[in-house]
């Protein structure tokens, strides 16, 4: 695929992938019921128009490049991520040699991103979500690479169309039962949702997105539901087998496959509550991370038969 | 069938922030639950500015700075009684809803955008930039000084680990939307951690939710109705409390249930605590949370006082509660999760009260009668103990510290710091 | 100049000038992620030399790095945002000195000695190489490497853990007196 048709079809992917977030979030607010005060934007077609109009203010002496670069680096980032998935069985936007390892650079690049959007506009609520989260954040991710690395293992590759090739026998979360959950909860976290939602919570007034006003916060607000979709992509060719499937052509599977996680996140998003900052960092280092060497063993013990 | 047109139309919600004042809470959260509404964390992302309750003089200061956040186009409305606070909003009467008002104001901004809501205060730093030091910014060296017209904050001895680390003074003013309405508090803080709190201003009064036990004090009332007003408030109280902590499916659950048993029907609070668990908000908080020391449990009232395990309830000692067999439900710990299960346990109580007293005649509690909030109606015990926010907060995260002050419902938190309303 | 040539010389002079940007800024947080960006262009030059696990792995683990230094920078420093002027060279004719012996040594290093040229074949595996050669001839020096950062990470924890050595640090653990008579009691 030529550069320019690969970064045409992602984008477009990703653009369609919001607007069903964005009915997705819909959905869940119809079905769970709404509340009173809740953080994230709803985003609606009449949002887009309206934002664009609304003045964007700034605080005092903020940092006004990483401020305006942060939302940009996240939409930047979730489309690299989508770029990485292969939407038929050898085919991929871009197919890299450790794609696992640019997931990675992803995640953690995305922590910075989280981070400097917090930090940069001078302000105290969005600097203590944006270093609750990266203390969150990076440990959460530490569990993510331990997962991948096992759903790598029977591929023998750190190729994402090896990883999808290398479930035409059995799925990846049906052989490596740990991976899913543990990857969802890293899903969470870098679209700040639920349980993981450390950088933008109700108990910061909106945390990192405290101070964005107008078409700024309309554009951190569709990268984080970019981010879903991305993840949502991921997951479903790392654990559920991509564009595997009897009958239907590949890239519908994998819309399927996909939707299913974003609904899940989306559910999982509105359903679980969020501990507090410490006992979660407990959590993590105590539970998670030993469940992910445990599924690491796993891989490796099946693979070794 | 309108709310899922609301819902499914390209109809844009229409974003406010609200300033809750007196006795608005639980107004602000039933219009906040209508379609086409939003109510939004931040005054930065709404376009109206909703002051609901009447405001004391002592917080319009606050009031116009965050009146001067939001981003324009902007609007004002002041749903309240008496003078409106700023000038130039909209005026909604109190028992009217403004929702109305919001949209056909929300149109006109769009219409005309310069018909928006102008500044109240100067658009200037507090404090010149062109000061003594080496920088001309007034401090030593790279360090200290007011650069930019803000304090420089110095480092300072930090509680925990004995590490020096940056402490920032800040105020959390009355219109925080995570904290009670009217609550204001001076914190010294250490990254996130609180090391120092001071009590700028109490809660606002919440007439609305003592109103039904208000009346009893002097006309004869239905217990029933009594009952069943304060499941609903307990249980908003619940729904509050999950919204903050991010379980939002199970702070919809409470409120719907808050609304059901204001009409009569307790359905589903069983699932409700069983939620708790499975959602992961019970586990989430850590035990021992916002314990108050042996010195401090006497300026608990109210559900927080037998959360604590002291049984004291004025309710077992008035005549149509002794009848039907009234035994007060008490918790173990005293801690955020206890004063929870206790909400969540008197709700269940008060509503199989309701159901057994349904045919009860009406009945006046001229000597005092259990509030949701503590006894109402008898006279004061002398000089108890003020609760001490220093030493309730001081230690704990942020998050901790809001989600401490949430188990406390906004009347009780008020009576317990001392103002005492009747 | 093909287009190879115009990234890498784009690459390389963002490199620097991230670099150099560093040591001039006066924001802490924004010195650790010019870093950050000098890092990432070295990375992205790796890819270009075909390096792909190499590449990534290195801007990875350099967002991770950074992150954690912008968060102490946040925590210890005193100007982390830069609001006050900031310093930060010390002995200026020393660095001065330094730097241009380092850079005319690398330099002459560079043009005099003969770089080998072996291009790689297009298409070819250089994970599974890597992988191969890590745990087989480069074992010793990775895994000594990997269980000295184990070692350190686990010092790091128990130096700041809770249960200090004479009670719990947040109750104030501190050594008993040398004077056996000024004994009190905490």
């Not at chain 1, 605080?59 to 680096?73: I, K, N, Y």
């Not at chain 1, 991921?234 to 559920?240: D, Q």
């Not at chain 2, 909703?50 to 700075?65: D, N, T, Y």
Request: glycine share 10%; hydrophobic share 50%.
């Amino acid at each position: 695929m030529s550069p320019l048709g690969a970064l045409g079809v992602t984008l477009g992917v990703l653009v369609a992938g919001v607007v069903l977030v964005g009915l997705l979030d819909a959905l869940a607010r119809l079905v769970l019921g709404p509340v009173p005060l809740e953080t994230p934007d709803r985003l609606t077609l009449e949002g887009l128009r309206g934002a664009v109009r609304r003045q964007s203010l700034t605080t005092e002496h903020p940092d006004l490049a990483a401020w305006r670069l942060a939302p940009a680096a996240y939409l930047g980032l979730a489309a690299a991520g989508l770029a990485l998935v292969p939407v038929a069985a050898d085919r991929a936007a871009v197919d890299v040699e450790a794609g696992i390892v640019v997931w990675g650079a992803v995640e953690s690049l995305t922590v910075i991103a989280v981070f400097l959007h917090g930090w940069s506009s001078n302000s105290l609520l969005p600097l203590l979500g944006a270093y609750r989260f990266v203390a969150i954040g990076l440990s959460v991710m530490l569990v993510s690479m331990f997962v991948l690395i096992g759903a790598a293992l029977p591929a023998e590759s750190l190729r994402l169309t090896a990883i999808v090739e290398s479930q035409r026998g059995l799925w990846n979360a049906v052989r490596q039962p740990l991976g899913l959950p543990l990857f969802l909860l890293l899903g969470l976290a870098i679209t700040l949702r639920g349980p993981m939602d450390y950088a933008d919570s109700a108990d910061l007034a909106g945390g990192t997105s405290a101070e964005d006003s107008g078409a700024p916060r309309l554009a951190w607000q569709f990268a984080r539901a970019a981010m879903l979709v991305a993840f949502a992509t991921m997951a479903a060719t790392v654990f559920l087998g991509g564009p595997l499937g009897p009958l239907l052509p590949g890239p519908v599977w994998l819309l399927l496959k996909a939707g299913f996680v974003a609904a899940l996140l989306v559910a999982l998003g509105r359903l679980l509550a969020r501990p507090d900052a410490s006992r979660m960092l407990t959590f993590i280092w105590v539970v998670l991370l030993p469940l992910s060497f445990l599924d690491l063993a796993i891989a490796g013990l099946e693979t070794l038969r | 069938m309108a709310m899922r047109h609301g819902q499914w139309s390209s109809h844009r919600p229409v974003r406010f922030f609200a300033a809750v004042g007196e006795s608005a809470q639980s107004r602000v959260e039933r219009l906040a639950l209508r379609t086409g509404l939003q109510r939004v964390a931040t005054p930065r992302a709404a376009s109206l500015l909703l002051i609901a309750g009447g405001i004391p003089e002592q917080s319009w200061p606050a009031l116009r700075r965050l009146h001067d956040q939001l981003p324009h186009p902007r609007g004002a409305l002041y749903w309240g009684e008496g003078p409106p606070p700023l000038p130039d909003v909209v005026e909604v009467e109190p028992s009217d809803t403004p929702a109305t008002a919001m949209r056909r104001l929300q149109a006109e901004l769009e219409r005309d955008p310069r018909a928006s809501s102008q500044d109240l205060l100067p658009n200037e730093p507090p404090a010149p930039w062109q000061g003594k030091g080496p920088h001309g910014q007034g401090g030593e060296g790279m360090m200290g000084g007011t650069p930019y017209g803000r304090p420089m904050t110095m480092r300072g001895d930090e509680l925990r680990d004995g590490l020096r680390l940056d402490a920032h003074e800040v105020t959390v003013g009355p219109f925080a939307p995570m904290l009670p309405p009217g609550l204001a508090l001076g914190l010294r803080l250490q990254g996130d951690v609180i090391q120092q709190v001071a009590l700028i201003q109490p809660p606002f009064r919440d007439a609305a939710a003592e109103a039904p036990f208000a009346e009893a004090l002097d006309r004869p009332v239905a217990v029933a109705d009594l009952e069943r007003a304060r499941a609903a408030h307990h249980l908003r109280c619940v729904g509050r409390f999950c919204a903050l902590r991010g379980a939002l499916a199970l702070a919809a659950r409470a409120h719907a249930s808050a609304e059901r048993a204001r009409a009569g029907n307790g359905a589903g609070l069983g699932t409700l605590g069983r939620l708790l668990w499975l959602s992961g908000l019970r586990p989430g908080i850590a035990p021992g949370l916002g314990t108050l020391g042996p010195a401090q449990q006497g300026c608990l009232l109210g559900p927080a006082l037998r959360a604590a395990g002291r049984p004291d309830d004025l309710r077992s000692r008035r005549d149509p509660y002794t009848g039907a067999g009234f035994a007060p439900v008490t918790q173990r710990n005293g801690d955020v999760r206890a004063r929870i299960d206790q909400w969540l346990a008197e709700a269940r109580q008060a509503l199989a009260l309701a159901a057994r007293l349904e045919h009860q005649p009406p009945v006046a509690f001229a000597a005092g009668l259990e509030g949701p909030a503590g006894p109402l109606g008898t006279p004061a015990t002398g000089d108890g103990p003020r609760l001490d926010l220093d030493a309730l907060l001081r230690g704990l995260e942020w998050g901790e510290a809001v989600s401490v002050l949430a188990s406390f419902s906004p009347q009780a938190l008020r009576r317990m710091l001392g103002e005492a309303d009747r | 100049m093909s287009w190879a040539d115009a990234i890498f010389w784009l690459l390389a002079a963002t490199a620097l000038l991230a670099g150099w940007r560093v040591f001039r800024t006066d924001s802490m947080v924004r010195a650790s992620f010019f870093l950050l960006a000098s890092f990432i262009a070295v990375g992205a030059i790796m890819l270009m030399l075909g390096a792909a696990y190499l590449g990534f792995a290195t801007i990875f683990m350099m967002a991770v790095e950074m992150m954690v230094m912008a968060l102490f920078m946040v925590m210890f420093m005193m100007n982390p945002a830069g609001l006050n002027p900031m310093s930060m060279v010390h002995q200026h004719g020393l660095a001065i000195v330094a730097g241009l012996v380092t850079f005319a040594g690398l330099g002459a290093f560079a043009l005099s000695v003969d770089l080998p040229s072996r291009p790689l074949p297009a298409g070819a595996e250089v994970t599974a190489p890597l992988g191969r050669e890590l745990l087989g001839p480069s074992m010793l020096v990775f895994e000594s490497a990997g269980v000295t950062l184990l070692a350190t990470m686990i010092c790091a924890v128990v130096l700041s853990s809770r249960s200090g050595r004479f009670g719990p640090s947040d109750a104030g653990s501190v050594p008993p007196s040398i004077d056996p008579t000024a004994q009190e009691k905490s």
